[in-house]
């Protein structure tokens, strides 16, 4: 007679969220947030922040900052300060037309460290067209050295949300 098998040991019960090591990173109501060590922390003012994306390298933060009309993304310092305006999607002021405005959302880093994927809606067919398409720029680079990878249908929404592969593509 075979001894009958024995139930294995309970799972420990999953440790609460502000028990975990490391920080998250997190928006609400148009502000940037920080947890860490159990501890909320307001990173900026409630302006239309949104998207936050931890940078591993250098400790800082992609973020979009969004406004009625455009939206851009920012580097930030881990404390919420403006470290850099990677983007300028406002129209000028020359043009009446908010439909000449540009948005952009879901900035990613690439792999490399070196630049940054994002949804982005340029080569519209007509003001008001906001088909994202799928970007690359280089962190520290200008408006002139980005390239896009996607090429969405017109009126359809468009490709939203990069995924960078470790291998480039």
């Known amino acids: 007679v075979r001894p009958a098998p024995k139930a294995p ?3 420990p019960p999953p440790r609460p969220a502000h ?3 490391g920080t998250l990173h997190l928006a609400q109501a148009g502000a940037l947030y920080s947890l860490s060590s159990g501890q909320f922390r307001q990173l900026t003012a409630a302006a239309g922040w949104t998207q936050p994306e931890i940078l591993a390298t250098g ?4 973020a979009v900052k969004r406004d009625g009309y455009f939206a851009d993304v920012y580097q930030l310092g881990v404390n919420g300060s403006t470290v850099a305006k990677l983007t300028s999607n ?3 002021s ?7 405005n540009h948005w952009s959302f879901y ?3 690439a792999p490399d460290g070196k630049s940054i994927f994002m949804s982005y809606d340029s080569g519209k067919s007509s003001d008001y067209e906001v088909d994202l398409a799928i970007w690359q720029m280089p962190l520290s680079g200008t408006r002139s ?3 896009p990878w996607t090429f969405p249908n017109p009126y359809t929404g468009g490709d ?6 470790a291998a480039g593509g």
């Open 145 to 147: 050295q980005w390239r």
């Open 90 to 92: 406002a129209a000028p």
């Open 59 to 62: 400790g800082s933060l992609l």
């Open 9 to 11: 040991p309970p799972a």
């Open 19 to 21: 028990l975990l090591p």
């Open 107 to 109: 900035p990613t880093l």
């Open 160 to 165: 939203v949300q990069p995924n960078p592969l």
């Open 94 to 100: 020359r043009f009446s037309d908010i439909g000449a």
